[in-house]
């Protein structure tokens, strides 16, 4: 069965442990301790970020348990006042959940907001389809206008926590949003923790991200023996071979967000025939 963590937000009450956090750090509130949540967390922690966890229970026995696996710089408390501690806020909130939470952690005005969640559900023949009309990212804007609305594509966490289990490349990771800096920001971080982060334009295509997320599930709800693992490779067959006036540029053609890549650039345009000429 495959879980989809949730960001949690910590509260003002520090659990464990009682040492300050490095204030050279920057602060990520991870909203939701489950499957996503406990491996995303001790990942960002180790590669150098103060993890703040956020849950409706911080003084639990697992939330204790995934500070002492996260390490020194991570501490837990409410999701509203992790929320507020935090400029980076990851919610991994199932649906539906994330309804609710999504507009209860105060104003998240200038912060950025990076959504991981897919709201699925199954239709009539079993199969899965969209629980909202538009995508879980948008609503997530909708609701906090003034915040930097990120969505990342994420594998399940098994390959969060074994990112080489699909080679050095890593596990592909889609990223939408319509803020260039705030795209990086969460690029960077996919990257420090093993995945291989892809540029998906701006936040409306977070549609098609769970749509691909949808038809990844299939064969899961088919029962099928196997399951599918998105990856892009890296290709220079078009820019070898496209005609400039096919299409019009991108609105944000002069000002593309600048993304670290696992794979190295190739020039293998004297292998290609252009089909158009």
């Known amino acids: 069965m495959i879980r989809f963590g949730l960001v949690i937000l910590l509260s003002a009450v520090i659990i464990f442990p009682t040492t300050s956090l490095a204030e ?62 935090a400029n980076i806020v990851l919610l991994a909130v199932p649906w539906p959940p994330m309804e609710q939470v999504a507009q209860s952690l105060g104003s998240l005005d200038g912060k950025i907001i990076v959504d991981v969640s897919f709201p699925i559900r199954q239709a009539e023949d079993g199969y899965p389809e969209s629980g909202v009309a538009t995508s879980s990212a948008e609503l997530i804007q909708g ?24 080679g050095a490349q890593g596990p592909t990771n889609l990223i939408a949003a319509d803020d260039r800096r705030a795209k990086e920001v969460v690029a960077k971080m996919s990257y420090e923790i093993g ?29 099928r023996d196997f399951s599918w693992e998105v990856m892009l490779r890296r290709t220079d067959f078009w820019p070898c071979v496209w005609q400039d006036d096919w299409s019009e540029p991108v609105s944000d053609n002069d000002n593309l967000a600048d993304f670290p890549t696992r794979e190295p650039p190739r020039d293998r345009c004297n292998e290609y025939e252009n089909p158009w000429q």
């Open 143 to 166: 609701w906090n206008p003034e915040a930097k609305v990120v969505k990342w594509s994420l594998p399940t966490a098994y390959y969060i926590d074994n990112p080489s289990e699909l």
């Open 24 to 85: 050279d750090r920057e602060k990520i509130a991870v909203i939701g301790t489950g499957d996503m949540g406990n491996s995303l967390g001790p990942k960002l922690a180790a590669s150098g970020y103060s993890v703040i966890y956020g849950s409706r229970d911080p003084s639990k026995a697992s939330v204790r348990e995934l500070l002492k696996k996260t390490g020194p710089h991570s501490t837990a408390t409410t999701q509203r006042e992790a929320a507020q501690a």
């Open 195 to 223: 995945q291989n982060p892809i540029d998906a334009g701006p936040l409306r295509m977070s549609r098609e991200i769970e749509g691909l997320i949808r038809l990844f599930m299939v064969p899961i709800y088919q029962r």
